[in-house]
């Protein structure tokens, strides 16, 4: 079952901050280490993000948890560098044939892999420890994002644990009129193919649905909207804007020092 609602304690003190607030730190920070391929700074930052996760009120287990696909993803970034990378500086560590691995290649992966990590990690801390619907409210209020933006990106936060859900029923309904792949790869992949077909028609049709429900309700009108629940951006958020401005500047301020700094361009 895909779910999308936090899972942090409401009563630790960064969680409970403006959902913009976190978001903007996120983006800031991950912006940051963005502009460097080495690994010294994404390592820096990682430390930080899971130093301050206590204060985020989320258990290491459950970002873990969470963040499960980044390590499929880390992986497959290791592997294509080690077997197609065009820089081949440094010591050889392995020849092999075709297959040469030297020092240069493992860290230019090392530093992909970890600056993967420390950019994705703020994002999954943010949407592990904010309400999809203060989310909404707080762009509308404080970001002064197009009610018809926010609220449809709501929409699709809620109804995207819906598509587990129907994924099991197609595949009971085939199991059912006895469509079955067996053993074989390519009538597995057939399937998997035409089921993920199938599920993106429902969701184009669902999404065309809500979209006309919502021209209905006006969000395209331009009228002033009211709010059942105001979001307050108050001097704590905007300290912790701050505060990951100056995190992400200090991992490439130690980078530098340290003479690792690979700038992305130039």
């Not at 240069?104 to 801390?125: H, S």
């Not at 989310?135 to 809620?158: E, H, S, Y």
């Not at 909207?225 to 105001?230: I, S």
């Amino acid at each position: 079952m895909i779910s999308l609602e936090p899972v942090a304690a409401p009563g630790a003190p960064l969680a409970r901050r403006n959902p913009v607030a976190k978001l903007a730190a996120a983006l800031v920070f991950s912006a940051v280490l963005v502009a460097t391929l080495d690994p010294v700074a994404p390592a820096i930052a990682i430390a930080v993000e899971l130093a301050v996760l206590p204060l985020f009120g989320i258990r290491y287990r459950v970002l873990a948890r969470r963040a499960l696909p980044l390590l499929a993803g880390a992986a497959g970034v290791v592997v294509t560098l080690v077997l197609f990378a065009a820089d081949r500086s440094g010591r050889v560590l392995l020849d092999a044939g075709p297959l040469l691995v030297t020092s240069g290649v493992l860290l230019t992966a090392l530093g992909l892999a970890l600056r993967m990590f420390a950019v994705a990690l703020p994002g999954v801390i943010v949407f592990a420890t904010t309400d999809p619907t203060d989310l909404a409210d707080a762009l509308v209020q404080n970001a002064k994002a197009p009610a018809r933006f926010a609220i449809g990106t709501l929409a699709a936060f809620r109804l995207v644990p819906l598509l587990g859900q129907e994924w099991q029923m197609i595949e009971m309904a085939r199991r059912a009129r006895g469509v079955d792949a067996g053993r074989n790869p390519v009538a597995k992949l057939r399937l998997f193919v035409s089921t993920a077909f199938a599920l993106l028609v429902g969701a184009i049709r669902r999404g065309t649905r809500l979209a006309v429900a919502m021209d209905a309700r006006g969000f395209d009108a331009g009228t002033p909207r009211t709010f059942a629940r105001r979001q307050r951006f108050g001097v704590a958020d905007g300290l912790l804007v701050a505060g990951a401005a100056v995190l992400g500047a200090a991992a490439i301020a130690v980078s530098v020092a340290l003479g690792t700094f690979r700038p992305l361009i130039g």
